[in-house]
Nanobody, 125 residues
Framework: LVQLVESGGDSVQTGGSLRLSCVIS????????MAWFRQAPGKQREGVAS???????TYADSAKGRFTVFRGNDKNTLILQMNDLKPEDTAVYYC???????????????????WGQGTQVTVSS
């Protein structure tokens, strides 16, 4: 059974920071991509950041320079460090797992087979 459990969502003010964590159990992929997506009310789910088994990361333009994605020491924990948060970052953030994919597809929901339940991030002005 593959499970992804996110934590770390909270309410912060503009300019604040949050660290999201995702613990993955039962990972069936030796080579894989792990990613963070987000979905705001009334909007489509969008990719935020992804990292592959070689620790190559891909970021959405909105995340570059502010967010950092990395794996924990056990390789099955995914972290998203978010700095300089803005109200437009408000969304439910989801962790996702899929087989290794090319960077051009790393932020597409269709590249991921397994998803967590999400954690709410709210940024107030």
């Amino acid at each position: 059974l593959v499970q992804l459990v996110e934590s770390g969502g909270d309410s912060v003010q503009t300019g604040g920071s949050l660290r999201l964590s995702c613990v993955i159990s039962g990972n069936p992929f030796i080579s894989n991509n792990m990613a963070w997506f987000r979905q705001a009310p009334g909007k489509q789910r969008e990719g935020v950041a992804s990292i592959d088994s070689y620790n190559d990361a891909t970021y959405a333009d909105s995340a570059k320079g502010r967010f950092t994605v990395f794996r924990g020491n056990d390789k099955n924990t995914l972290i998203l460090q978010m700095n300089d948060l803005k109200p437009e970052d408000t969304a439910v953030y989801y962790c996702a797992l899929g087989s290794q994919t090319h960077a051009s597809a790393a932020l597409l929901p269709s590249a991921y087979m397994y998803w967590g339940q999400g954690t709410q991030v709210t940024v107030s002005s």
